[in-house]
């Protein structure tokens, strides 16, 4: 299993009027415990064993917290001094753990994917990256991924529309080969996706793996409220399936 690598660094700024001004999301309470232990379970019980958190905001919180915590599962903690950007904050990573290839996802999402499935997708196209999608009915919120159904390439990120329409969105989560993203003259800050990504679909052999049915985001108020029924019914889901 590949190591993974959950980004945890932002700020929380929509998350504001439920957290207050100062906790992080990744400590975030749902259904009586941190958003980062239903994480971090979901990633052991797919048999995933080292994972490096990049934190930022709450960075010693957060560490604090881990220290107090007994887990099946190693866990490093790479700082971002100054906010990175999702982009800044992988390449960072990945320059200071020195892995060839790694699975990245985002510190507030939780979805059924199986990792396995995806690195397997990953390892039998050869692709550069891969992308772990999920289809919703209403895709005006995110923008959606244009790909070829037979060979799953990417073709384009298509922009936000206003009118309600279904699609596969971007889940956040990324099989990344080091080697070929740190080969980029890249800034020390920059967005993931629209500073990378989108520039670079048609030089980059990008997959699409459309495999999520249960994705979860709890950056907003809403999402938040409804993560705290959700996400409990998805571990417990995940167990009986292992």
């Known amino acids: 299993m590949l190591p993974c690598l959950i980004l945890a660094g932002g700020l929380g700024t929509r998350l504001r009027s439920v957290l207050g001004e100062t906790q992080p999301k990744a400590l975030a309470s749902i259904n009586g415990q941190p958003f980062l232990v239903w994480i971090l379970r979901w990633l052991e019980r797919q048999g995933v064993t080292e994972v490096v958190l990049s ?65 397997e997708f ?40 206003p009118e309600q329409q279904p699609g596969f969105i971007n889940a956040g989560i990324y099989a990344i080969d080091a080697t070929r993203l740190l080969g980029f003259d890249l800034p020390e800050r920059f967005s993931f996706e629209a500073d990378f990504l989108r520039p670079q679909v048609a030089s980059l052999d990008i997959r699409v793996f459309p495999e999520i049915e249960e994705f979860i985001d709890i950056g907003i108020p809403s999402d938040y409220a409804r993560a705290q029924h959700v996400v409990p019914l998805m571990l417990e889901q995940s167990a009986n399936e292992t």
């Open 55 to 119: 934190l930022g905001h709450g960075r010693g919180e957060i560490v604090e917290w881990l220290s107090q915590q007994s887990l099946g599962l190693s866990v490093t903690v790479i700082a971002e001094e100054e906010p990175l950007g999702t982009g800044g904050a992988i390449v960072h990573a990945l320059k200071t753990c020195g892995a060839a290839r790694m699975i990245v996802l985002n510190g507030d999402t939780i979805t059924d994917l199986s990792l396995r499935g995806f690195i």
């Open 122 to 161: 990953f390892d039998a196209t050869g692709t550069d990256l891969a992308i772990a999608a999920t289809s919703v009915p209403d895709a005006s919120r995110y923008g959606t991924l244009n790909f070829d159904a037979n060979s799953r390439r990417l073709i384009a990120f298509e922009e936000k529309r």
